[in-house]
Structures are given as structure tokens and as C-alpha cells.
């Protein structure tokens, strides 16, 4: 059976702007963890003394998504509202490139190792390189997949996305070659994805209530959750090489070993809606809430 205890909590941070919807995270070039703000248009910083800064983007209903450090030392995010692509110096200067195509929906990001970014569109089912400059390449994915977050593996230098409605994962060279891995389980709908630095893979199954892992050799392992009806949402890769895990539907955060063992935490609020997760530089984990939080864990 799964463990169940909470981790030690540091600290809860309130946003300053109500509503924002605090939604995805990833650790800056400057050590501070930055934050989406879906319902708000902003884009927030959280340093480690607990300084809260937000940055206003040029329109309040752009709805930034998924975020990223980028390859220049700025962060990348997808507007998937107005269907552009953002960015956002650490000290708060920030623009945007339009992505072509008729309501094409940004919605994952991640830094290349080209020295691009490359990010998916939901509803055009594309996979598109985006330098610094602005230039645009772009690689199609099967109609309808729904391409969703994306991730660079370590050990094979590609692109990796998940399918949410192909029910598989992407592999995209950085010429556009693609290989499709389909999953075993149907109806697995898989969203989040992160890459530990041996290139394997982890990727949580929305629709089924599972984790799961992708070897370098091949090897795909689904590791069922408590309750399955939890809604994994999004997974990042811990120090230890463990996969943490949001659950939306009950509140709560998990964590997966590479053998398998499942444990889980109860967030303070049940019904605060967990999306992103991010590890900062001290191994600290921050989780955002839609209700309007971030929480700051240590799970050492």
C-alpha cells in the first residue's frame, strides 16, 4: 500500500494579485522560481527569502501557460490565449512572437539544445523551433493528438512531448524527425513530462491515474496512483532521481522511485487545484495552486 504523510512545510505564499492562477513553474537562471499567472497575464518571481514580484504582460487575457529558461538566459512561456510566445528577462523586460496558424493554441515549452526554444500548439497538432531571433520552423504531429508538454532528453539531445489524445510520446530530432511511442494503456491522455539527466523519460497518465517511465532502452513502465480518478497532471524530476507528481482532483502532491514505491502528501488545502511543480537550486519543492497559491516544501 502507498504511504501518506506530509512533507515539512516551509511556507504557503499568497499571491498579491487575487485570482491570478498560479498555474506552471520552472527555477530561473537568477536561483528564483518563476510562475505562470494563467487567469492574471502576469508572470511571478519567488525568490528564496519569500520576495514576491509580479510583471504585467501587454494584455491581462493572454493566458500565460507553460514556462521554461531558455537557451539566452531568459525565461519562455506560451500564451495560449492570444496564441503567442512570450518572453521575460530576469529583471522583468518582456515581448512576444506571434505563432502562425488559425487559433493554434502554445502550450508546451522547452529549451532546445540547439540553442533554440521549440514549443506545441494543442489544436494545430505542431511541433515548432523558435530561435532568439525569431525564426520559426515548423514540424506536424498527427491531426488530433493534442500535443502537450514538452521536455528536452539529456542523454539523446531530442525533443520528447506526450500526445494527450494520441495516447503516446513524441520523439523530434532537432531536424524534425519524429518517432511516435505509442502507451500500452488506452485512454492514458498523457500530459506532464520531465527528463532525469539519463535521458529517462516520466509522464503522468491524466486519464488513467498512473505515472509513467520511459527508459533510454526502451523500456516503459505505468505505475498505478492511489485513486485513479486523481487527475496526474504535472511531474518533475527530483535530485534523487524520483518523479514528483500533482494531483489536481484530491489536492495532493506524490512521489514515484524508480522502483515503483508510491507516496503521497496532502496539500494544507484539499481543493486548491495543484498544476506545476518545480525544484529550486537547494532541492526545496514548489508546488502552484490555481486557488492561488505556491507552496514551498521541503521534502528532504
Do not use: K
Not at 505562470?36 to 491581462?60: K, M, N, Q, S
Amino acid at each position: 500500500m502507498p504511504r501518506t504523510h506530509p512533507p515539512r512545510l516551509i511556507h504557503t505564499y499568497a499571491l498579491p494579485t487575487p485570482d491570478a492562477g498560479p498555474y506552471a513553474l520552472t527555477t530561473g537562471p537568477d536561483g528564483a522560481v518563476w510562475c505562470t499567472l494563467v487567469h492574471a497575464g502576469r508572470i511571478a518571481r519567488l525568490t528564496p527569502d519569500g520576495r514576491i514580484d509580479e510583471f504585467p504582460l501587454d494584455t491581462p487575457d493572454c493566458g500565460p501557460t507553460l514556462i521554461t529558461t531558455g537557451p539566452d538566459g531568459a525565461l519562455w512561456f506560451t500564451r495560449n490565449r492570444d496564441h503567442r510566445i512570450g518572453r521575460i528577462t530576469p529583471d522583468g523586460e518582456a515581448r512576444s512572437h506571434p505563432v502562425p496558424g488559425s487559433g493554434p493554441g502554445p502550450y508546451g515549452i522547452t529549451a532546445g539544445p540547439d540553442g533554440a526554444v521549440w514549443f506545441t500548439t494543442l489544436h494545430t497538432a505542431t511541433v515548432t523551433r523558435l530561435t532568439p531571433a525569431g525564426e520559426l520552423t515548423q514540424h506536424a504531429l498527427p491531426e488530433g493528438s493534442f500535443p502537450s508538454f514538452a521536455t528536452t532528453a539529456a542523454a539523446d539531445g531530442a525533443l520528447w512531448c506526450t500526445l494527450n489524445q494520441g495516447n503516446a510520446l513524441a520523439r523530434i530530432t532537432v531536424t524534425g524527425d519524429t518517432t511516435l511511442h505509442p502507451l500500452p494503456t488506452p485512454g492514458a491522455a498523457p500530459v506532464g513530462l520531465a527528463a532525469a539527466p539519463d535521458g529517462t523519460l516520466w509522464f503522468a497518465e491524466i486519464g488513467t491515474g498512473r505515472i509513467g517511465r520511459l527508459t533510454p532502452a526502451g523500456e516503459l513502465t505505468e505505475h498505478p496512483l492511489p485513486d485513479p480518478r486523481c487527475r496526474p497532471h504535472a511531474v518533475a524530476v527530483a535530485p534523487d532521481g524520483s518523479c514528483w507528481y500533482t494531483a489536481w482532483a484530491t489536492g495532493r502532491i506524490g512521489r514515484v522511485t524508480p522502483a515503483g514505491t508510491v507516496t503521497e502528501h496532502p496539500l494544507p488545502n484539499p481543493a486548491c487545484e495543484p498544476h506545476g511543480l518545480a525544484f529550486a537550486p537547494d532541492g526545496t519543492l514548489y508546488v502552484a495552486q490555481e486557488s492561488g497559491e505556491v507552496t514551498r516544501w521541503n521534502i528532504t
